[in-house]
């Protein structure tokens, strides 16, 4: 193999391995279950019992005692806010390094979302950067569980407590990971889940949330049912609620996929492995080990950095180039949400309508890692050792070629 960069008319690295599999996927499985659906009649979850059952079915798998299932995971985010309280001109500490609708579903309650840096390794919320952005209007923390792996729920559970405020995990990207042996979701107040398209568990939309708290979880199931609850009449409103149902044939392709999980995990879980492994020694690339106490990582992404070529400012040049390899899914990852202007405006608009500060805390370590982090997608853990091992080829290609880019 010539080390030639393919995007320079080298051969490229996966050039001679079948393409890796697509995602979503769906067999006959899925297909009987969404025909099941379809022939019963009960498309609707006020009339059918498969999300009933599937909101069953997830709560044991991530060791919650409730699940409610909803249309996606920014509406899973904004419910749960409402339902631990939040509300107009609150303050919800989040990340800059993650999906905007971490911090939007703030927007979304009328509370102002304030930025806490990240660990510059796992990209993760620090808990000492959050405990500092704590003010007397902070309600809420969330926590992200970014691709896959988890935040340190020791120390914002015990920041929680120690400052009266919800933690809200945002486990869009960790279905299937554990702290300590306890299931994401099942550690702060609430935990949010996505099953849109990119998703380790998809149906294309949808999202759950999860919670221990009884209360929590009646509040959520009115969010999502227009105000009605568990068990009450059909024009009984005891409160206002959204309409925010997921649907039965969603739920159908769910329970399927939540069954095929288990094992679409151990092949991610492998793969990341060799991948590490094959990186290990390669220069300039750095791959962060996980907590210890990450006892279960949901690899929903396979997340490195190369400093270099974001001190050139070659990282989206370097993603070409994995493309151009043959590489797919490889991506720039996000924008830091502390530089988006959609975001800051919207937030100082309400500070101001309330007569609000507005807190803006430097990110250093969110802007550092958002020039030099490139990130694959999850399907790319579901290839062959001779698949992963053409990947390990073409970054570590194109991070020796920081100079060709
Ligand atoms: C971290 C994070 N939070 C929230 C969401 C929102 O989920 P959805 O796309 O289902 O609205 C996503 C995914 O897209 C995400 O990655």
């Known amino acids: 193999m010539t080390s030639t960069l393919a995007l320079h008319g080298g051969t490229a690295a996966l050039a001679d391995v079948p393409a890796l599999p697509r995602w979503p996927q769906g067999g006959q499985e899925e297909e009987q279950a969404l025909v099941d659906v379809l022939r019963s009649g009960a498309w609707g979850s006020t009339h059918g019992e498969v999300v009933r059952n599937f909101e069953g079915e997830f709560a044991q798998f991530q060791q ?38 971490t911090a939007s579903a703030a927007l979304f309650v009328g509370a102002i979302p304030v930025f806490a840096d990240v660990d510059e390794h796992t990209h993760l919320l620090d808990p000492a950067a959050t405990e500092a952005a704590i003010t007397e209007r902070t ?17 914002f559970q ?66 999502v049912n227009v105000g009605r609850v568990p068990g009450g009449g059909w024009y009984q409103h005891d409160s206002v609620g959204y ?46 080990t996980p907590d210890p106490r990450v006892t279960s990582h949901g690899h929903h992404l396979f997340i490195f950095r190369v400093p270099e070529l974001g001190s050139q400012g070659k990282r989206d ?11 797919p899914g490889a991506s720039p990852g996000y924008v830091p949400l502390h530089r988006n202007e959609a975001v800051a405006n919207e937030s100082r608009a309400l500070a101001e309508r309330l007569g609000q500060p507005l807190p803006q805390a430097a990110c250093p370590s969110a802007d550092r890692v958002s020039s ?15 698949q992963t091992e053409a990947i390990a080829t073409a970054i570590t290609k194109v991070a020796g070629a920081t100079d060709a880019l």
């Open 158 to 223: 015990a920041i929680g407590e120690r400052h009266q405020v919800a933690i809200i995990e945002d486990a869009a990207q960790a279905v299937g990971a554990q702290w300590q042996g306890r299931g994401v979701g099942a550690l702060g107040d609430v935990g949010t889940f996505s099953f849109q398209t990119s998703k380790n568990l998809s149906a294309g939309e949808g999202g759950i949330v999860t919670t221990d708290d009884d209360a929590l979880a009646a509040a959520l199931y009115s969010l």
């Open 243 to 288: 309409n925010l149902r997921l649907t039965e044939f969603q739920a159908a392709i769910l329970r399927v996929q939540l069954r095929q999980l288990p094992e679409l995990q151990r092949q991610r879980a492998a793969n990341d492995a060799l991948l590490r492994d094959l990186l290990s020694d390669v220069e300039g690339v750095q791959i962060a």
């Open 139 to 155: 309600k809420a923390i969330i926590p992200v569980h970014l691709a896959g792996n988890v935040a340190d729920m020791d120390a």
């Open 372 to 386: 030099d982090t490139i990130w694959l997608p999850q399907f790319s853990l579901l290839g062959s050792d001779e």
């Open 317 to 327: 040049a370097a993603v070409e180039a994995l493309a151009a390899e043959g590489v």
């Open 64 to 101: 919650t005692k409730h699940a409610v299932a909803l249309a996606n995971g920014t509406l899973a985010l904004a419910a749960s806010l409402r339902a631990t309280g939040v509300g107009v001109g609150d303050e919800v500490i989040v990340p800059p390094y993650t999906f905007i609708a």
